[in-house]
């Protein structure tokens, strides 16, 4: 992490975020524009985005692979098929984000308790991360225009659109309509504002188990047994 977004400013940050992301409270937190953070005046670079990202999408990554791995919930074959064809595609994000000098702050990772034992917790769970990851990559194309890098922010539309394609399939998973929105919700103007979002993810809280290792991206890809078409990126084509 670059010094404006210290271990201490972290801290600060996730003080009291574990025992308020509960599944009750998932739909209130992500999906309106109020939760929009106010806090203009960070200055995130290229290096925190980027790091940022790849902590997001290994958390994605492992979280995926131990539903597929464990279903105790009793997903539909084709609904687990879509949960591989998502893990592909969020190791293909990571190497992305890697490629780009982008590094996982972190490989293991707490979850909610009831994780892997309540559809309604799992689907509850990953809708929340998909909305925040589509959120996140939303400001990080905001931050990277203003960069003056309009290759490098339509490179992370790309992962925004992604990321709300999971959404939608998400939603659709638990039994709900999976396109309700017009737009993805702005809940995040820079990523760094992600943080408090990840913070009971990173370090645990009230009803958080865990840690949970990341398993790493051969076991991922053996899990899977599929692979998302690898488009390239707009920043490697233009």
């Known amino acids: 992490m670059t010094s404006n977004i210290s271990r201490r400013g972290f801290m600060k940050t ?18 309106m524009v109020e939760t929009a953070s106010a806090a203009h005046d960070r ?5 925190t985005i980027a790091n940022l990202a790849a902590t997001a999408e290994t958390l994605a990554a492992t979280s ?7 279903n105790p919930i009793g997903y539909s074959a084709n609904i687990i098929t879509y949960f591989k064809y998502a893990l592909s595609s969020e190791i293909y994000h990571l190497e992305i984000l890697e490629s780009l000098g982008g590094k996982a702050l972190a490989s293991k990772f707490f979850v909610p308790a009831k994780f892997l034992s309540d559809l ?4 509850a769970t990953f809708e929340a991360a998909e909305t925040a990851f589509t959120g996140a990559y939303l400001a990080a194309t905001r ?4 960069l003056g890098n309009p290759r490098l922010a339509a490179t992370t539309a ?13 939603r659709l998973s638990g039994g709900k309509l ?4 017009g737009l993805p919700a702005p809940i ?4 760094s504002d992600a943080l408090p979002t990840l913070a009971p993810f990173l370090q645990g809280g009230a009803g958080f188990i865990g840690p949970v290792e990341f398993p790493g991206k051969d076991a991922c890809r053996k899990v899977a047994g599929v692979e998302a078409i690898k488009v390239p990126t707009f920043l490697g084509v233009f």
């Open 158 to 170: 790309q992962h925004a659109a992604t990321e709300a394609e999971h959404l939608a399939l998400q």
């Open 43 to 47: 200055m995130d670079d290229v290096a």
């Open 120 to 123: 309604a917790t799992n689907n």
């Open 188 to 191: 995040y103007y820079n990523v």
């Open 143 to 146: 931050r990277f225009a203003e």
């Open 178 to 181: 999976p396109n309700p929105n």
């Open 64 to 70: 995926y692979y131990n539903t597929i791995v464990n």
């Open 14 to 31: 996730g003080a009291g975020i574990g025992g308020g992301i509960v599944v009750a409270s998932f739909a209130s937190m992500f999906g």
